[in-house]
């Protein structure tokens, strides 16, 4: 007689997108802020202080996922359309959770009234979110 293989039933559930109200930042930050600390490095327009003045003033948006990741988003508006941008993402684990994340975004971004969702970043979100195409456009600066 031989013996039947055991079939396990293993629960591949998505994770849990957060976003985080603005009343919610201080009490949040300990957590997301080391998230963060990576992708504020290779930048300067803000440092950690001024991105948790901006997210409780509401100003920008923070989403994430516990233990794993934080994302900041920020609506902007233009003559002509809302666009949702995706400014800072950092975290471990990104394909357990990119996916969830860009769908609870792009949902928010959509009931907000945008008419896209981009992402501002390093050259290798190109291949971590091939759905995302690159928009030929360059950004150039200068110190001042």
Same mark, same amino acid.
């Given at each position: 007689m031989s013996a039947l293989p055991? *079939?396990?039933h293993v629960e591949h559930s998505e994770p849990r997108v957060e976003f985080v109200p603005f009343w919610?930042?201080?009490e949040r930050w300990d957590e997301v802020a080391p998230h963060l600390a990576r992708p504020l490095a290779r930048q300067s327009a803000l440092t950690l202080e @001024?991105?948790?003045?901006?997210? $409780?003033?509401? !100003? *920008? *948006?923070?989403? !994430?996922?516990?233990g794993e990741m934080a994302m900041v988003t920020q609506l902007q508006v233009f003559p002509a !359309?809302? $666009?949702?941008? $995706?400014?800072?993402?950092?975290? @471990?684990?990104?394909?357990?959770w990119k996916r969830?994340?860009?769908? !609870?975004?792009a949902a928010y971004a959509k009931a907000s009234g945008c008419t896209a969702l981009q992402i501002v970043g390093r050259r290798?979100? @190109?291949r971590a979110v091939p759905e995302f195409q690159p928009t030929g456009e360059v950004v150039l600066r200068a110190s001042l």
């Open positions: 055991v *079939m396990l919610k930042i201080s @001024t991105l948790k003045a901006s997210l $409780i003033r509401g !100003e *920008m *948006m923070l989403w !994430e996922v516990r !359309e809302r $666009i949702c941008t $995706i400014v800072l993402c950092g975290g @471990t684990n990104l394909d357990r969830a994340a860009l769908r !609870e975004v290798g979100w @190109t």
